[in-house]
């Protein structure tokens, strides 16, 4: 059995919408294997295929090809109500016709377990997401952020083997949304279920997932802990979608043990870490996160090479740090978060030529 | 000195206000005059007419003698013997109203078991196509009635094409009895009054959310209990609406049971043609009209019930 560690593996999956000649490609070979015990983030912009991904996994809809597995078994035919799989839904589809409580036990009721159970159960999943006063409210009359916990205590209480969550927080208001995003992880630590977790809001990921799946046009990009993801972007659509990143082109020079020489467009060289096999004088993308960016004044320390020169063209304040957006000699714009410290603020003034400096080991080198 | 001020600039506003209103009312008044008194008159006017003409006594050809009886009434359930005045149930008529509740009963079951699918099935559509499906529903109320009913009798009758397909299928060797029986009511009115079962469910069947039967499946439930927890309960309103326009019109229908029953098999609405007509009973026909409006609202008294109690309690 050394399927135990992986809870859902998605294996060569597609799924094709309408007929022969308007066809929808939603999922185009899509293989996933996700862990036991894993918050695992599907991160796209919309119609990228991850809402298509969730409910083939829930059995809303069947892969037009490839299979699924839930902990080693195929599940990619069975209907919704014979897999131990539940959704938060992001409407969160809760039943206008019970109550709170009602709601919670209506999974157990339909898997008929004993009527003391559920109530047991429907007891400590009221605890759970803190709706105890509330339990023979009906749906309409509790507020949208109780509305999702009673969705999230629904979809838990028959004690799934995974539990999917489509855009569960996008309904929600900034500060709703913040409190729900710990309470998830909360619910996911307490519960040990695995969660699969749709989302296109980029932090939303970063901040909750153990690993993330980047999608775009049916395709997962990239798969990785946050933090690889955001380092070390495969390629162009996930370092851009990931953040705010600088793309720079640059030539090729000589290659030698792992590292590459590249000529930047102000003809300085760097020597930058890269696996990539590149051929001499071929173009690539480089990306730079503008966190990594430092400007220096050019008088001010006049023996030191800058790797890039460049003017600056806008100054935006965001109160924790502060936006330089500028201008290259060859018209790419660049910009640089920097932040505030009382040392730093109204260095430079709009219009001026600055010296643009950061650490060549925080390039990267990006796949076409 | 300043409130004084303020006052003043008050006074001829408020004054104004409510000149208008005023004026306002009355017109409100004025306009929907026309409109009470027709449905006054129209309404009311042939209840009273009906409820007074029950309680006199019959002419001998038809019409009433304004001589207070209650003769009407009392035939309306009872009978008495012509020779030795013994008192009896009035059979007949009992077995007219038991035929109508019983028709109405099962042509709104009929309505049900194929409106739903068909309510479902178009609710179901991309939302482009649905006035297209729901546009073919409401195609048969373009012909009359009547005709409508003459060509059903066509279909039905024993040289039919009903009959004659089931021949030529080699399935029966003599035509079967169709026409002028119970089956020839039911199916008749089952016909007339589909599109008033469809279209309320329709309605009702439109505003649900569909990830509410995702959600459903998704706990669990089969299609069965899908169809019996979540979708019965909140298409309940529609449900209980077209059940409502399909029985109260089949209780009193006249023309099917008239042409497809043959006179044989009476409804309601035939018993109290009758008393009109050739019965000359103008005071039990007044009184088995009044009957007949009393059970409708008995009927509608369980509707108004039901959508009392009804998605709110469900469990």
């Given at each position: 059995m050394n399927h135990s560690r992986i809870?859902?593996?998605?294996?060569?999956?597609?799924?094709?919408?309408?007929?022969?000649?308007?066809?929808?490609?939603?999922?185009d070979d899509v293989s996933v294997s996700i862990n036991e015990n894993?918050?695992?983030?599907?991160?796209?912009?919309?119609?990228c295929g991850k809402t298509t991904l969730l409910r083939l996994i829930a059995g809303f809809e069947h892969p037009t090809q490839g299979r699924i597995l839930l902990h080693g078994s195929e599940i990619s035919q069975l209907p919704p109500y014979k897999r131990p799989v539940n959704t938060v839904f992001q409407s969160y589809a809760l039943f206008p016709h019970m109550t709170v409580a009602e709601?919670?036990?209506?999974?157990?009721?339909?898997?008929?377990?004993?009527?003391?159970?559920?109530?047991?159960?429907?007891?400590?999943?009221?605890?759970?997401v803190k709706m105890e006063e509330l339990r023979d409210r009906r749906t309409h009359q509790i507020s949208g952020g109780q509305q999702q916990r009673v969705a999230l205590a629904r979809a838990l209480a028959p004690r799934p083997r995974v539990l999917l969550l489509d855009e569960p927080l996008s309904a929600l208001d900034y500060k709703l949304r913040k409190e729900m995003q710990i309470e998830l992880k909360r619910l996911q630590h307490e519960t040990g279920i695995t969660f699969i977790f749709v989302t296109h809001d980029q932090e939303e990921a970063l901040t909750m997932s153990d690993r993330v799946a980047v999608m775009n046009q049916g395709r997962v990009l990239q798969v990785g802990a946050p933090q690889e993801i955001y380092d070390h972007p495969s390629d162009r659509f996930v370092?851009?979608?990931?953040?705010?990143?600088?793309?720079?082109?640059?030539?090729?020079?000589a290659a030698e043990n792992g590292r590459v020489s590249i000529e930047m467009p102000g003809g300085q060289c760097v020597r930058v870490r890269s696996d990539l096999d590149l051929a001499e004088k071929s173009r690539v993308t480089l990306a730079i996160r503008p966190e990594q960016i430092r400007l220096l004044s050019p008088h001010s320390s006049p023996g030191n090479r800058a790797l890039l020169q460049g003017e600056l063209e806008n100054i935006v304040y965001f109160g924790t740090d502060t936006h330089y957006h500028l201008k290259l000699p060859t018209g790419i714009a660049m910009m640089a978060r920097i932040q505030n410290t009382r040392r730093k603020q109204a260095l430079f003034a709009t219009g001026s030529r600055v010296s643009i400096d950061f650490d060549p080991d925080a390039l990267q080198i990006l796949k076409d | 000195m300043d409130a004084n001020r303020q006052d003043d600039a008050m006074a001829p506003a408020s004054k104004i206000e409510r000149t208008a209103r005023k004026q306002q009312t009355r017109r409100h008044i004025l306009l929907t005059?026309?409109?009470?008194?027709?449905?006054?008159?129209?309404?009311?006017?042939?209840l009273i007419i009906m409820l007074i003409y029950s309680f006199l006594t019959a002419g001998d050809y038809g019409g009433v003698v304004w001589k207070a009886s209650t003769q009407g009434w009392f035939k309306v359930f009872l009978h008495k013997d012509i020779f030795d005045d013994a008192l009896s149930l009035q059979d007949a008529h009992i077995s007219i109203f038991w035929r109508s509740v019983k028709l109405s009963l099962l042509t709104t079951l009929l309505a049900v078991i194929l409106g739903f699918p068909t309510a479902y099935f178009i609710a179901t559509r991309a939302p482009g196509r649905r006035s297209m499906w729901l546009f073919l529903v409401t195609i048969p109320f373009w012909t009359?009635?009547?005709?409508?009913?003459?060509?059903?009798?066509?279909?039905?009758?024993?040289?039919?094409?009903?009959?004659?397909?089931?021949m030529k299928l080699g399935l029966i060797h003599t035509p079967v009895q169709m026409l002028y029986t119970d089956f020839a009511i039911l199916s008749g009115m089952t016909y007339v009054y589909l599109p008033l079962m469809i279209l309320p469910l329709y309605a009702s069947m439109e505003k649900l959310d569909f990830s509410l039967i995702e959600a459903g499946y998704d706990l669990y439930a089969t299609r069965m209990r899908v169809l019996r927890r979540v979708i019965l309960p909140l298409v309940k309103p529609g449900l209980v609406a077209g059940s409502i326009l399909v029985f109260v019109p089949s209780l009193g229908a006249y023309v099917t049971p008239r042409v497809l029953g043959g006179g044989k098999n009476l409804m309601l609405g035939n018993l109290i043609e009758l008393q009109f007509g050739q019965g000359r009973n103008w005071p039990l026909g007044a009184a088995l009209s009044i009957t007949l409006l009393v059970m409708v609202m008995i009927?509608?008294?369980?509707y108004v019930r039901s959508m009392q109690g009804g998605p709110r309690q469900h469990g």
């Open positions: 809870a859902i593996d998605t294996r060569n999956v597609s799924k094709i919408f309408g007929g022969d000649h308007d066809s929808v490609v939603a999922l894993e918050f695992f983030t599907l991160l796209g912009p919309s119609g709601n919670i036990g209506f999974g157990l009721e339909m898997q008929n377990k004993p009527d003391a159970e559920i109530a047991a159960t429907v007891n400590q999943m009221l605890r759970l370092a851009d979608f990931i953040g705010d990143t600088n793309f720079i082109t640059a030539q090729v020079g | 005059t026309p409109a009470l008194i027709v449905l006054a008159a129209a309404a009311s006017g042939p009359n009635l009547l005709i409508r009913t003459f060509a059903m009798m066509e279909v039905i009758r024993n040289e039919g094409i009903l009959n004659n397909l089931l009927a509608l008294i369980f």
